[in-house]
């Protein structure tokens, strides 16, 4: 008996878009709205698809952009960018006033006591936001007090890595002028001074057996005289090879930890005499060390009352606490933990604190840590793998030289290596790609988001711009293979209906594809306000009404089993946003 098999239609929407979706098993099983390929599409906070931002040079260097930083320094608020081997302060677009050599390859910024720091791998600067950026110099701790001049007092304060300078505070009797200082061997005797006055005293030293003589008698007291000499030049190496830092004490994040110096050593910032916290003083005996020597720190970031350390074999937790010293004195100290002996990060000082979850790099994926609560307590050992969706785009990446950003107000978490940078919305949990553009470094400058490249470049990537440096935006979106649910019938596709938002120059290409046809003719739509800014008087309109346009297609050819829709835009003065995708398919009989 034979089967008849009616033609009737079908009908499919998308009003809202999720993004890429590099699905492993291909793209039949794709969600409608979910993309197959998505080049220079982002998805917008309510899931409109829409043409990514463009980028305009806003000062140029003769070198690499390595860091973009923007605060309050000293009594003033700066913006401040490494490039070319130097550290410029930026003023207008185009201007920029050189602030000193602070050395090739990246550096860190960060704000402490009024200065601005700078970690290059190499050396350690400071500049005050006046005059000229130096190399720190380090605090000069107080090692010992209550020294009478033949020697002995208490030991305080432990010596500074960064520098061999030390300096005790005296206790004349009244009838000698001889001191005595707790160590011999020494470089230089720089100075003596009445604490109370800040009178310094003529003498002479011997430096030798380390002794101090004075030219005059100082008057008896306690702790009134301040000597000031030099030994060595401390452990400086181990602080200078540092390249990055994160902020943490348990409490009021005073402490400034250094670490990627290639081991699995930190250096914590100790307080000084007055008890001032101070990102100059690293005493001796201020190190922390996670698990192995064998891999070194790769990442520290600060995670409610704790600060999380990750290594590429494993993550550890840190909390503050106290120790009790021989003479019975308590000191303040912080304890590691283990946490994960396995999984970590990969990417030296990519860690980002992502909508308050930590974020890393790892085993050729995105993790972000979510705390859970076990028995009342906090427990951060869920590492969760979000990066299933754009593996095949994150395999293209060396993610060990990966550079990551987390754009807060826009909530969008960037990626970037090799000349691909991937895009999560995580406030709409999806992912695009970006390209042509190729970030060394990200920032934020006046509230928006910039980048530096490797010829020198600091942009600004905005909507507000529609190219890049007048380059077209080659922008492309394709939809999964769709079946209407019917993958056994052929289909014809009928109408195309496509939603956008009015803008000047908006405009976007639309064909299909099917499994038998892949060439089918193109429609452009277009929603254009009239606006003589981008303007193409090729594609002129008088349209000033600003409500959403919907505009009718037929693109569409067949027979196929499965449909693709392809968004494409290509132009140095279009845009699209689009709003929504709806279209009917005229089933036919089934397919052989």
């Keep these: 008996m034979a089967q008849i098999v009616?033609?009737?239609?079908?009908?499919?929407?998308?009003?809202?878009?999720?993004?890429?979706?590099?699905?492993?098993s291909g793209d039949t099983e794709l969600n409608y709205g979910e993309a197959a390929e998505c080049r220079n599409f982002r998805v917008t906070r309510e899931g409109n698809l829409q043409v990514r931002p463009g980028s305009k040079t806003l000062w140029r260097f003769n070198g690499p952009v390595e860091g973009i930083w923007q605060g309050r320094v000293s009594d003033r608020a700066v913006k401040v960018a490494a490039a070319g081997g130097k550290l410029w302060l930026l003023g207008a677009p185009g201007e920029a006033t050189e602030l000193g050599n602070i050395g090739p390859g990246g550096c860190r910024f960060f704000g402490f006591g009024r200065k601005l720091y700078i970690l290059t791998g190499k050396r350690y600067?400071?500049?005050?936001?006046?005059?000229?950026?130096?190399?720190?110099?380090?605090?000069?701790?107080?090692?010992?007090?209550?020294?009478?001049?033949?020697g002995g007092g208490a030991t305080l304060e432990a010596v500074n890595r960064l520098n061999g300078l030390r300096r005790g505070f005296f206790s004349p009797d009244g009838?000698?002028?001889?001191?005595?200082?707790?160590?011999?061997?020494?470089?230089?005797?720089d100075y003596v001074r009445v604490r109370a006055t800040g009178e310094h005293l003529k003498f002479t030293a011997d430096k030798k057996n380390g002794k101090v003589t004075?030219?005059?008698?100082?008057?008896?007291?306690?702790?009134?005289?301040?000597?000031?000499?030099?030994k060595g030049s401390g452990i400086r190496g181990e602080v200078l090879g540092c390249r990055f830092f994160e902020l943490y004490s348990g409490v009021t994040d005073n402490r400034v930890f250094l670490y990627g110096g290639g081991d699995?050593?930190?250096?914590?910032?100790?307080?000084?005499?007055?008890?001032?916290a101070t990102a100059e003083y690293f005493p001796e005996g201020n190190v922390l060390k996670a698990g192995s020597d064998n891999t070194p720190i790769t990442g520290m970031i600060r995670h409610h009352s704790k600060l999380l350390v990750f290594k590429p074999d494993g993550t550890f937790s840190v909390q503050t606490g106290t120790a009790t010293l021989e003479s019975g004195e308590e000191i303040p100290t912080f304890y590691l933990t283990p946490l994960q002996r396995e999984m970590g990060s990969d990417a030296a000082g990519q860690v980002t604190l992502v909508d308050n979850d930590p974020r890393t790099l790892w085993g050729g994926g995105v993790y972000t840590w979510k705390s859970a609560s076990s028995l009342g307590s906090m427990d951060e050992r869920v590492g969760q793998r979000i990066s299933r969706r754009i593996e095949e785009s994150l395999g293209e990446m060396e993610l060990s030289e990966a550079v990551v950003f987390d754009d807060e107000l826009g909530r969008e978490w960037y990626v970037s290596q090799g000349g691909v940078t991937l895009v999560h919305n995580y406030s709409r949990d999806c992912w695009y790609r970006y390209e042509g553009i190729a970030p060394r470094c990200?920032?934020?400058?006046?509230?928006?988001?910039?980048?530096?490249?490797?010829?020198?470049?600091?942009?600004?990537?905005?909507?507000?711009?529609?190219?890049?440096?007048?380059?077209?935006?080659?922008?492309?979106?394709r939809s999964g293979s769709m079946n209407m649910d019917k993958a056994h019938r052929r289909k014809w596709g009928k109408y195309l209906w496509v939603g956008l938002k009015p803008e000047s120059g908006a405009a976007v290409t639309v064909t299909t594809r099917t499994d038998v046809r892949t060439a089918c003719p193109a429609a452009v739509a277009r929603a254009s306000l009239m606006n003589y800014s981008n303007v193409n008087f090729g594609h002129w309109?008088?349209?000033?009404?600003?409500?959403?346009?919907?505009?009718?297609?037929?693109?569409?050819?067949?027979?196929?089993?499965?449909?693709?829709?392809?968004?494409?835009?290509?132009?140095?003065?279009?845009?699209?946003t689009v709003l929504s995708l709806e279209g009917t398919v005229r089933m036919g009989r089934y397919s052989r």
């Design 175 to 189: 009838t000698k002028k001889v001191f005595q200082l707790p160590e011999g061997e020494l470089a230089s005797v």
């Design 442 to 477: 990200f920032g934020r400058l006046d509230g928006a988001v910039c980048f530096g490249t490797a010829e020198g470049k600091l942009k600004e990537l905005s909507r507000a711009y529609r190219n890049d440096d007048g380059k077209p935006i080659q922008a492309f979106w």
């Design 264 to 276: 699995n050593r930190a250096f914590f910032s100790g307080i000084d005499y007055d008890g001032a």
């Design 6 to 24: 009616r033609n009737s239609e079908s009908l499919f929407r998308i009003h809202a878009f999720s993004g890429l979706n590099e699905s492993p």
């Design 541 to 576: 309109s008088y349209v000033t009404n600003r409500q959403p346009k919907v505009r009718r297609l037929k693109p569409w050819a067949g027979p196929g089993s499965f449909e693709q829709i392809i968004l494409e835009s290509c132009s140095a003065s279009e845009t699209a």
């Design 125 to 150: 600067l400071v500049w005050s936001g006046y005059g000229q950026v130096t190399d720190v110099e380090g605090y000069r701790p107080v090692v010992a007090v209550s020294v009478p001049p033949e």
């Design 214 to 230: 004075l030219t005059a008698v100082p008057a008896a007291g306690t702790n009134t005289l301040e000597i000031g000499w030099s």
